[in-house]
Nanobody
Framework: QVQLVESGGGLVQAGGSLRLSCAAS????????MGWFRQAPGKEREIVAR????????YYADSVKGRFTISRDNAKNTVYLQMDSLKPEDTAVYYC????????????WGQGTQVTVSS
């Protein structure tokens, strides 16, 4: 069974940076895609970025393009989200997710990490 553990959240001032990490563990980890989602209070969960594990194809939500960078380390089974030029509206719980059966569906989720951006 695959487990995802996020780290790297915290409190930062607007304009600052944070890097989130998501480490996948399990007897045999295999994923087609991994991604980051976020959910702000009173809002629905939304995708932030995703990367196809083998091909490296990347998608970003329009709201984070040019500010966030998703990357992966296949050897460490870890995906990262570098967040620069953070804005107060980026405040949310960020979740790591993996698609172990499909490129287009996420079936495994981490517990979430809080990111708070102060103005």
């Amino acid at each position: 069974q695959v487990q995802l553990v996020e780290s790297g959240g915290g409190l930062v001032q607007a304009g600052g940076s944070l890097r989130l990490s998501c480490a996948a563990s399990g007897r045999t980890f295999s994923a087609y895609t991994m991604g980051w989602f976020r959910q702000a209070p009173g809002k629905e969960r939304e995708i932030v970025a995703r990367i196809w594990w083998s091909a490296g194809n990347i998608y970003y939500a329009d709201s984070v393009k040019g500010r966030f960078t998703i990357s992966r380390d296949n050897a460490k089974n870890t995906v990262y989200l570098q967040m620069d030029s953070l804005k107060p509206e980026d405040t949310a719980v960020y979740y790591c997710a993996a698609g172990t059966r499909s490129l287009f569906e996420f079936d495994t989720w981490g517990q979430g990490t809080q990111v708070t951006v102060s103005s």
